[in-house]
């Protein structure tokens, strides 16, 4: 596709329940990033992938979050057990090795998620 | 304390005045800056990156850096009504991994 597609682009949902969120890279791209905004703040790092594995999950707050990739492009982000505290825009950006050494992230319109 | 730290805002030009955005970070062996623009409900957009100590110009946007000092800012010359926006500062870790401030809200008044 032309950017980064991310899908849904807004999740209601209740507190304790299961939470997919996808993102669909641009074409190509073998860094794909996931962060977290809070209304006010800037994006918080939560996972990296280079190709098919996660080169860095230093940013996932607890063990109710987990990220997949398993075939080196969409990635899916997992919530388990899902409390108020997680609703944010969830954003997710790609980037070839290049672009990822430069800052060029290419970032998704996020999946605002609203837990209730 | 944070790894990058702006004013929040929000700071408010006159339109056609230079707009002054700061960012101050912690890790001392950080080696490449980055400012993004984010408008309002969008996705963050990169504008400048800066490596090398002094200013980086880029048509009206200027990015300075000083090492020494920890502080990275970025000048917008001649603002518009179209910079308003929230002006996030980052700074890049092993593997291109970026840490974002808070971001600072712009708005230039016609």
């Known amino acids: 596709g032309a950017g980064v597609s991310q899908t849904p682009s807004n999740k209601v949902t209740e507190k304790g329940k299961y939470v997919e969120l996808r993102c669909d890279p641009i074409?190509?791209?073998?860094?794909l990033y996931w962060y977290r905004q809070s209304l006010g703040q800037g994006p918080e790092f939560l996972i990296y992938?280079?190709?098919?594995?996660?080169?860095?999950d230093s940013g996932l707050p607890n063990d109710r979050f987990f990220a997949v990739r398993p075939e080196g492009s969409v990635s899916t982000l997992k919530i388990q057990r899902t409390e108020r505290g997680d609703s944010a825009v969830y954003l997710c950006?790609?980037?070839?090795?290049?672009?990822?050494?430069?800052?060029?992230?290419?970032f998704g319109e996020g999946s605002r998620l609203t837990v209730l | 304390q944070k790894e990058v730290e702006q004013n929040s805002g929000p700071l408010s030009v006159p339109e056609g005045a230079i707009a002054s955005l700061n960012c101050t970070y912690s890790?001392?062996?950080?080696?490449?800056f980055f400012w993004y623009r984010q408008y309002s409900g969008k996705s963050p957009e990169l504008i400048m990156f800066?490596?090398?100590?002094g200013d980086k110009e880029d048509g009206r946007f200027t990015a300075q850096l000083n090492k020494a000092s920890q502080y990275v800012s970025l000048l917008i010359r001649d603002s518009q009504p179209s910079d308003s926006a929230t002006y996030l500062c980052?700074?890049?870790?092993?593997?291109?991994?970026?840490?974002f401030g808070q971001g600072t809200e712009l708005s230039v008044k016609p």
């Open positions: 074409s190509g791209h073998t860094a």
């Open positions: 950006a790609s980037s070839t090795r290049l672009a990822a050494n430069t800052g060029e992230l290419f």
């Open positions: 800066i490596y090398s100590n």
């Open positions: 980052a700074v890049s870790r092993q593997g291109g991994k970026l840490i």
């Open positions: 890790d001392r062996g950080s080696q490449s």
């Open positions: 992938f280079q190709g098919t594995g996660a080169a860095d």
